[in-house]
């Protein structure tokens, strides 16, 4: 990797200050007043003029479900805001936003979903990302960088494959996958494009129970282009996906809650170049990565396909205590390599297994790999054990000697050890930060 690969402490101090919104200072945010209760897209669509300004430009509102009978209305105007009001959803059309637009979530359950055989085209550049983020970010009282869950989020439902068949989202009414028989399975299916793009505050509980993410994706496409992501207080997970093929680049994660990369079901895409950093976790099991392929029974942990994505380069920080880093489970896979891990939690390994299904899967590391506890690597049997180092010692009989399954170069340091010590480790681990922070901090 290059020798500025990672430049850390200018890019957390000015985490939250983004183009076109408000961010930093003062105290805990109130969520919003609404409660949240069940809901589907019963709402006929609508696109209109609240008659008022927010940071000197025109309040649009969106409203239920966007069809094919607004298709006019639907390329939206950079020199507008726009609000979205409860559930929105597209279904049967294109959303287009253009570069230096701003969307926020009118309300706490508010959020945006992308139905299958919908489209979002939301190109951002760099001068000019797209926002999406909450009312409170845009009504002149900017957030606290600590804040979190103030709307929902954006969510993005294919046709590709997903090993549950056709699934049915968290909220609203709204389904992804296929079975090749109700929904013609395309693991090519292009649901659009999403590039230079900031969510933040997501993550409301837009229906009783029901927390959703950054960024939702389920059964997404490999037609799909995903570039140039940052994710920034969630209150549950920064990006879950479910099923699919897309492939991502360019991943920046900061203060989300739960999990911030999160896949399940199946998901066989790619993801690199990931920088994720946690000051302020949930504490109900908070990691970098949390990893399944399927749940609830050794037959359903080798249900096809299995995931497997491709994930290379990537920094995982979990700063806040009882946060971790990487946990496989429920028999996925993956291609992982070139990545740096660093843990304030001595209680945890920095990578843990907890299912012996994950390695006959084909879960393999590869490239180099820097951690920041000796206990870098566990498998979590009857009893937790984080001396239990198994990326060097082969007499470990605790994982069916998974030591041969994992072919990365490991260095170990002290728990606590700086980052730029860690890195002085490392020749091509970790993600490049060079390739983020002027668009997600400016």
Same mark, same amino acid.
């Given at each position: ?108 359950? !508010?959020?945006?979903? +992308? @139905?299958?055989? %919908?489209? =979002? ?6 001068? $000019?990302?797209?926002?999406? /983020? ?23 439902f ?5 090993n ?10 709204h ?46 496409? !490999?037609?799909?282009? +995903? @570039?140039?992501? %940052?994710? =920034? ?6 990006? $879950?996906?479910?099923?699919? /093929? ?18 399940d079901?199946?998901?066989t ?15 109900t ?12 029974s ?53 990578? $843990?297994?907890?299912?012996a /299904? ?17 206990a ?18 082969v ?48």
């Amino acid at each position: 990797m290059k020798s500025n690969q990672i430049v850390l402490s200018a890019l957390v101090a000015s985490m939250v200050a983004l183009t076109g919104c408000g961010g930093g200072g003062g105290g805990a945010a109130a969520l919003p007043a609404d409660t949240a209760t069940t809901s589907t897209c019963t709402t006929v669509g609508s696109i209109t003029s609240s008659g008022s300004t927010l940071l000197g430009k025109e309040e649009v509102v969106l409203r239920g479900c966007l069809d094919e009978s607004l298709a006019s209305a639907l390329t939206l105007d950079k020199n507008k805001i726009y609000a979205i009001d409860g559930e929105v959803s597209v279904r049967g059309t294109t959303i287009t936003i253009p570069a230096g637009t701003t969307l926020f979530g009118k309300t706490g359950q !508010s959020y945006l979903a +992308i @139905d299958q055989g %919908a489209k =979002i085209i939301a190109n951002g550049t760099e001068a $000019e990302p797209i926002v999406f /983020t909450a009312a409170s970010d845009v009504d002149g009282s900017p957030l606290p960088a600590t804040s979190q869950g103030q709307w929902g989020g954006l969510s993005i439902f294919g046709k590709a494959t997903s090993n549950k068949g056709i699934e049915t989202y968290e909220a609203g009414d709204h389904t992804f996958g296929c079975d090749d028989s109700t929904i013609t399975c395309n693991d090519a299916d292009n649901s659009g494009s999403l590039s230079y793009i900031v969510i933040k505050y997501s993550g409301f509980e837009v229906e009783v129970n029901k927390e959703l993410n950054g960024l939702s994706l389920g059964g997404v496409g !490999s037609g799909t282009s +995903i @570039d140039h992501i %940052a994710v =920034i207080g969630s209150l549950d997970d920064g990006i $879950e996906v479910w099923g699919g /093929t897309v492939a991502m680049t360019n991943l920046y994660m900061y203060n989300n809650a739960d999990d911030n990369l999160d896949w399940d079901h199946g998901w066989t895409g790619s993801a690199t170049n990931i920088y994720i950093e946690q000051n302020i976790v949930d504490g109900t099991g908070s990691r970098g990565f949390e990893t399944d392929n399927n749940g609830g029974s050794t037959t359903k942990e080798v249900a096809l396909p299995i995931s497997n994505p491709t994930i290379d380069q990537f920094t995982i920080v979990t700063a806040a205590a009882g946060g971790q880093g990487i946990v496989h489970r429920e028999g996925t896979a993956g291609q992982l390599s070139n990545g740096i891990i660093i843990t304030n939690n001595a209680g945890k390994a920095n990578i $843990e297994l907890r299912s012996a /299904t994950t390695v006959t899967n084909g879960l393999a590391y590869s490239g180099e790999m820097v951690l920041s506890q000796a206990a870098g690597l566990h498998y979590k049997g009857a009893a937790e054990n984080t001396a239990d180092n198994i990326f060097g010692d082969v007499t470990d009989t605790q994982v069916l000697d998974i030591v041969d399954t994992f072919g990365a170069t490991v260095t170990y340091d002290a728990a606590g050890t700086a980052l730029s010590t860690l890195k002085a480790n490392a020749t091509t681990a970790g993600a490049d930060v060079t390739a983020m922070p002027t668009w997600a901090t400016n």
